[in-house]
């Protein structure tokens, strides 16, 4: 068995058992020792009677038949008469209990016997304590035993989820901080070293951690290892074309321009992925500031319509005068820009709308709506996927957005999410596709 579940087992039972012992303890020892044990009587009536018997037992038997008698009394009684000699010895030797309860003033009586050879003795009989309300009987003393018991058992339960909750909670903020890309976090000491379940959970948790950070870090040297080993290629090769072009050999001119239009290409898909691990990258501080959504999708449209304007696309955009909040404008203008470069490239030739306002009182929603042929329902929660293409009629090249490599709709998402942001895509009914991106008004941190 585990050896949480160990503890949980005996933590829950020892609980239990704590408080059976309290409550056997005060009906044994307390009440039931306090009780008269002759039912029927009252409590004076059998103090009465015995001091009685213990006059004449006196008399007739002398101190040794008064200390037998003494010793046979009933358990409830024995503690509530004692007999002293001529030197104020109690016959039993129960001097202590004597003056415990002379100290307590519950003396009822004392009187004098006459032994059987002529020595004078003295009787006390002490009167009865009256039980604390949490002791005695009836109702009243039942429920304020079961409050002590709920007390008792209200501070082991949150001891218990304490230890239990305390540990939880550390290794929930560090896989929030996991999940949020941060790599770096460790749950260390004093967690991992308990030797337990949640132990060996937080090492576990490290231990994936470190992997993943040495992970990320390897694939970042590569990328720019393979960023840097390409760049220096396209530039000799781009070198070489221009001096190809400058001895005039008309018959390769065709061959050397699309030797450009690829060298383009590879250089516009290094550029992307550059792109992409820049957004990854949660240590990338964001440069928030305070501006107007409405005023960046304006100058956005206007500069998508003049470039498109010989194709006949037109960007129809619908917004409130002022919507402030507080982000990264560049990495918000290239998130627009992508997608309405990619709404202008499969939209079919027909207008395009952006339509932006606030979603709610913390957020604001800009919609970028085309008319093309949509995409299949199959593909549209991936299309934010890195290097993911959409093999159907809304490309031309297997791309899946307007970069041509599968990445131009990926960074837009990653800079959503690291705004704090959503992005979402669906077919319309009318026709077309709808990309939705929801921003938070403020963010932790930024000025106001």
Do not use: C
Not at 110 to 119: E, I, R, S
Not at 219 to 238: G, K, M, T, Y
Not at 335 to 359: D, K, M
Not at 394 to 413: E, P, T, V
């Amino acid at each position: 068995m585990p050896r949480l579940f160990w503890k949980l087992f005996f933590a829950l039972w020892l609980s239990i058992m704590a408080f059976a012992v309290v409550v056997s303890w005060i009906n044994q020892s307390v009440i039931v020792r306090q009780a008269v044990e002759a039912p029927g009587l009252g409590f004076e009536d059998n103090l009465n009677r015995f001091k009685l018997r213990l006059v004449r037992d006196m008399r007739e038997g002398g101190e040794q038949r008064v200390k037998r008698t003494l010793r046979n009394l009933p358990r409830g009684m024995r503690n509530h008469i004692f007999v002293l000699d001529a030197q104020g010895n109690e016959l039993l030797g129960r001097d202590p209990v004597l003056k415990k309860l002379r100290d307590g003033q519950l003396l009822v009586s004392t009187q004098t016997l006459q032994g059987a050879g002529g020595g004078a003795y003295t009787l006390i009989a002490a009167g009865r304590a009256m039980l604390r309300a949490l002791f005695a009987p009836g109702p009243r003393g039942v429920v304020m035993r079961l409050a002590v018991a709920a007390v008792v058992s209200a501070l082991v339960s949150l001891l218990l989820a304490r230890y239990l909750a305390a540990p939880l909670g550390q290794l929930s903020r560090a896989s929030l901080q996991l999940a949020t890309g941060d790599l770096s976090v460790r749950v260390g000491a004093p967690l991992n070293q308990r030797n337990d379940e949640f132990g060996q959970l937080a090492l576990d948790i490290d231990e994936m951690a470190r992997r993943l950070q040495i992970s990320q870090q390897a694939n970042r040297r590569l990328l720019r290892d393979v960023s840097h080993e390409l760049r220096s290629p396209l530039a000799r090769l781009r070198v070489a074309l221009e001096i190809a072009r400058n001895k005039d050999r008309s018959q390769v001119v065709e061959e050397l321009n699309r030797i450009e239009l690829e060298s383009q290409r590879l250089e516009a898909l290094i550029d992307e992925v550059l792109s992409l691990l820049r957004e990854s990258a949660v240590p990338q501080e964001l440069e928030v500031q305070r501006f107007d959504l409405a005023d960046l999708l304006q100058d956005l449209v206007e500069a998508v319509n003049y470039e498109g304007g010989a194709d006949g696309v037109q960007v129809d955009l619908q917004t409130q005068p002022s919507l402030l909040l507080d982000a990264d404008r560049e990495l918000l203008w290239r998130v627009f820009e992508n997608l309405l470069r990619n709404a202008v490239l499969y939209g079919g030739g027909n207008a395009i709308q952006v339509s932006a306002g606030p979603s709610s009182s913390r957020e604001i929603t800009v919609y970028v709506r085309d008319s093309g042929p949509g995409i299949a329902p199959q593909h549209l929660e991936r299309i934010f996927e890195p290097f993911y293409r959409v093999d159907e009629a809304r490309s031309r090249n297997s791309a899946g957005d307007a970069s041509g490599h599968g990445l131009g709709l990926a960074i837009a998402a990653s800079a959503v999410r690291r705004h704090g942001g959503r992005i979402f895509a669906e077919n319309r009914k009318a026709g077309g596709l709808e990309v939705s991106v929801t921003l938070p008004v403020t963010r932790p941190g930024s000025s106001t």
